[in-house]
C-alpha cells in the first residue's frame, strides 16, 4: 500500500500565488471583483499545484452542484436497445461537458422508481433535471414539480393544466409527418397505412394527426398501433397484410418499426418500393442506410434536441442565479424536420 501525496488546499494556492485566501475563493468560484493580474496569479498556482476545488465547500458559495439530472422514463432494456436515447444523451453530454457540468443518469424501470427518482431530484444533489420519453399518465412531471427542481423536458408535454412555465423542445412531429404522407400520395400510392408509435406519448400522438391531415377518408384498418420496437413494426405490418393485403405504402412514425416492416414485406414476397413503399421517421443513421432498401425517412436532429434541452436549462439556471436576479423562463422550442429520400419510398 502506498502512500498519497496530501491534496493541494486553498491556503497553499493563496501563498504560492501571494494573495489571500479569500481572493483564491473568489476566483475559483467564478466571482467578480478580482483584477486580471491576480486572477493570472491565481490560476498559474492552480495549475502549478494541481489543486481540485472541493465541491461540497464550492456549492455553498456558489449554491450550484454543477450536476444534472436526466431521467428518461423508460426501462434501461429499452434505453440501451434505441439508438434514439443514444443520440439525444450524446448532445446532451456535450452541452453539459462544455459547461462544465456532469451528467446523471436516472432511469425509471417500473412505477417504484418514480418516487425514488422524486427523492433524489428533491434531495438537493443537481441543479436541474432533463426529462424526456414521458407517457401521459406518467407521475414525474408532478412529482419533479413537488421537488422544486428547474426542469426542461424533451417533447410536447401531453398532461392538462398550467402549461406557461413548462419548457421543452421537440420537433415538428405532425409537419413532418404530413410531408411523410405527402411524398407517399406524390409517388401515386393510394393505400396508404400508418404503423403508429405508443399513443400514449404526444409524438406518437402527433404524427398520426399529421397523417390523419393528409389522409382525411383513410380506411381505419390501414392504421395499426405499435410500440416504437423493430418488433412492434413486424407485429403492426403482418396485421396490416391481414387486414388490407392491397396497401401500397406504409408510413412508419419511426426508422425502427419501418426496419421491422421491410422485414416482413420480403418475407411475404412483396418488393420495396415496387409493392409497397416504406417510409419511417427519425433518420437513424446508419440504421436508414443500411436497412435493404435504404431508408426514406424524417430527419429530425435528435442530438441538437439534447444539446438544446441542456443549453435552455443552464440558460434558465444562469438567469435564476443570486448575482443576476430572477430572469424571465427560457422559451420552448419546437426544430423543424426534413425528407430524406432513398431508395425505399
Known amino acids: 500500500m502506498t502512500d498519497t501525496a496530501p491534496r493541494p488546499t486553498l491556503e497553499a494556492v493563496a501563498a504560492r500565488a501571494g494573495v489571500s485566501r479569500a481572493t483564491v475563493s473568489r476566483v475559483v468560484n467564478g466571482g467578480d471583483g478580482v483584477r486580471d493580474i491576480l486572477v493570472e496569479r491565481v490560476r498559474k498556482a492552480v495549475d502549478e499545484l494541481g489543486y481540485v476545488p472541493n465541491q461540497a465547500a464550492r456549492s455553498l458559495v456558489t449554491r450550484r452542484h454543477d450536476a444534472v439530472a436526466v431521467v428518461v422514463a423508460e ?19 456535450k452541452e453539459l461537458t462544455a459547461h462544465d457540468n456532469q451528467l446523471v443518469l436516472l432511469l425509471t424501470e417500473g412505477r417504484d422508481d418514480h418516487a425514488r427518482v422524486a427523492r433524489y431530484l428533491a434531495g438537493g444533489h443537481v441543479d436541474g433535471a432533463l426529462v424526456f420519453s414521458l407517457h401521459l399518465d406518467d407521475p414525474l412531471p408532478e412529482l419533479i414539480q413537488r421537488a422544486g427542481v428547474p426542469t426542461v423536458f ?18 415538428d412531429n405532425r409537419g413532418g409527418a404530413r410531408d411523410a404522407v405527402r411524398h407517399l400520395a ?18 406518437a400522438a402527433d404524427r398520426l394527426d399529421g397523417y390523419r391531415d393528409v389522409m382525411v377518408d383513410a380506411d381505419p384498418r390501414l392504421i395499426a398501433e405499435a410500440d416504437f420496437t423493430p418488433a412492434g413494426g413486424e407485429r403492426a405490418m403482418r396485421e396490416l397484410l391481414e387486414r388490407c393485403p392491397d396497401v401500397d405504402a406504409v408510413f412508419a412514425a419511426n426508422d425502427l418499426m419501418a426496419s421491422g416492416a421491410l422485414r416482413v414485406l420480403r418475407e411475404s414476397g412483396r418488393r420495396v418500393p415496387d409493392d409497397v413503399a416504406v417510409l419511417g421517421f427519425d433518420d437513424m443513421r446508419p440504421l436508414a442506410e ?3 432498401p435504404p431508408l426514406t425517412t424524417v430527419r429530425q436532429d435528435i442530438e441538437e434536441m439534447g444539446r438544446l434541452m441542456a ?10 442565479a443570486p448575482r443576476d436576479g430572477v430572469g424571465a423562463t427560457p422559451s420552448s422550442v419546437v426544430l423543424p424536420t426534413t425528407l430524406v429520400r432513398r431508395g425505399s419510398a
Request: hydrophobic share 35%; charged share 25%; proline share 4%.
Open 75 to 93: 426501462p434501461e432494456t429499452r434505453v440501451f436497445a434505441d439508438p434514439f436515447f443514444a443520440l439525444q444523451l450524446r448532445g446532451i453530454s
Open 290 to 292: 443500411q436497412t435493404d
Open 311 to 320: 443549453r435552455l436549462l443552464l440558460r434558465g439556471l444562469d438567469r435564476a
Open 186 to 203: 406524390g409517388l401515386g400510392r393510394t393505400r396508404i397505412a400508418h404503423i403508429t408509435g405508443a399513443l400514449d406519448q404526444t409524438s
Open 154 to 171: 424533451g417533447g410536447r408535454p401531453g398532461w392538462s393544466g398550467d402549461r406557461r412555465e413548462v419548457v421543452y423542445v421537440d420537433s
